[in-house]
């Protein structure tokens, strides 16, 4: 079952939370608003929540009575899946990962990203950005780290691990080439596509036309 459709639902929610006067830049959450949404306990219990993601702290966020909180490790233990939208999220190594193609294979996405201090003045009249690392403990103190958006001296830098269940096995690619070693038997129909067709790595709906075309060749 083909399963990349609302891929194109959430860039247009991305697209029309970007053009309103108040959202700055692309927030560290998935979601550009809490949403109801169903977590499915292991027991058939169905819990509603609003909910989103965190791709910053890589947790997933629920409000309870105006608090944002996180699901901690004893909850995930007990998660099967969370539902937000038409989008499925299971659980992997103690976080979440989305479910983004299911056919003959499962294609998981690891949704993660960087925090960059914005530069502060360097010489020549230049700037600088570095890792906000040093900077996480003051977010996590004020709770800002589950606020939308983040103070205006950072700006997020998103990126995404992939997970493919293939023949029960699990396996991570951070790359194309490390993709293409999963389909060694099918090197040479791998390299044909790429070459017909503009497939990036940061292009979420590329990678899922391509492994469905492997899946169905």
Known sequence: MKRYYY???????????????????????????????????KNGVKNKALLNYNSLTEEMIFVDKGKKLAIGDTELELVDTIFIIDRKFFTLNKKF??????????????????????????????????????????????GRFYELELPDNYRIDPYTTYWLKKNDELNKFVS??????????KKDLFKAYIKNHDVKYKNQLSIVQLIEYLENN
């Open 176 to 185: 194309i080439k490390q993709l293409m070693k999963l389909y060694d038997d």
């Open 97 to 142: 990962v989305e479910l983004i193609f299911h056919s003959k294979c499962d294609l998981y996405a690891e949704h993660k990203c960087n925090l960059i201090e914005k530069g502060k003045q360097a010489a020549y009249g230049g700037t600088s950005e570095t890792s906000a690392t040093t900077s996480y403990s003051s977010l996590v103190s004020d």
């Open 7 to 41: 891929l194109l639902i959430f860039s247009l929610l991305v697209t029309t939370s970007y053009s309103q006067a108040t959202v700055k830049e692309l927030t560290h959450y998935i979601f550009p608003e809490f949403t109801q949404g169903i977590i499915l306990m």
